[in-house]
């Protein structure tokens, strides 16, 4: 028979792990967010995009599973950095294989906005199947937010049609991410 002091302090350990893993969202640096697979009808489907507000100290990185990707195809990514203001202030447009972008100051999801001098600005997409896109952000060009939410946009064309993906959903951002 195993004695019961033990057994207590085996709880009381388990018990405190486990409040550690509650806690750990609410303090949360790197969130993943899910976006509903299958949305679109169609093998190019956002499904999953990671944003990082402290592992990398001076930048912020956002990736996202695109789905299948071809040339042409575009994935768009808006930054809300302000709380106070309920839309986006950034965006930036990327295209598979290809380094022509550039980080956009903008006052809504429908502006084209203006460009932004952005040094250390990186970006990757390919072409090809399950890929998954990359941004990286200097925190300066972002004018060092607290925090972040993020919306992406998929654009897909297919021989019939043009397929558009929202993550998490048309004009809509997923969670705030505290800054590390």
């Given amino acids: 028979m195993r004695p019961l002091r033990p057994l207590i302090a085996t709880a009381a350990t388990t018990a405190a792990a486990a409040s550690l893993v509650v806690a ?6 790197t969130l993943v967010f899910h976006d509903r697979a299958g949305d679109t009808g169609a093998p190019s489907d956002i499904t999953r995009v990671v944003v ?23 994935s768009t990514l808006w930054l809300d950095t302000a709380p106070r203001n309920a839309g986006p ?15 956009r100051r903008v006052g809504s999801f429908t502006a084209h906005g203006h460009a932004v001098r952005c040094s250390g600005l990186r970006a990757h997409a390919l072409t090809g199947f399950h890929v998954t896109d990359r941004f990286s952000i200097p925190r300066a060009c972002l004018h060092h937010p ?18 558009t993906d929202w993550a998490p959903r048309y004009h ?4 705030w991410v505290r800054r590390g």
Avoid at 24 to 29: H, K, V
Avoid at 91 to 98: A, E, G, N, Q, V
Avoid at 155 to 161: F, K, L, S
Avoid at 172 to 175: D, S, T
């Fill in 89 to 103: 202030e950034y965006k930036l447009r990327i295209f598979p294989d290809s380094d022509g972008f550039a980080l």
């Fill in 172 to 175: 809509h951002f997923f969670g």
């Fill in 146 to 163: 607290g925090k972040v939410r993020v919306a992406i946009k998929g654009r897909y064309q297919y021989a019939t049609r043009i397929v």
């Fill in 52 to 74: 990082d507000n402290a592992t990398h100290g001076g930048r912020v990185i956002v990736t996202a599973r695109m789905g299948n990707m071809i040339d042409g195809d575009s």
């Fill in 24 to 29: 750990g969202p609410a303090t949360a640096r």
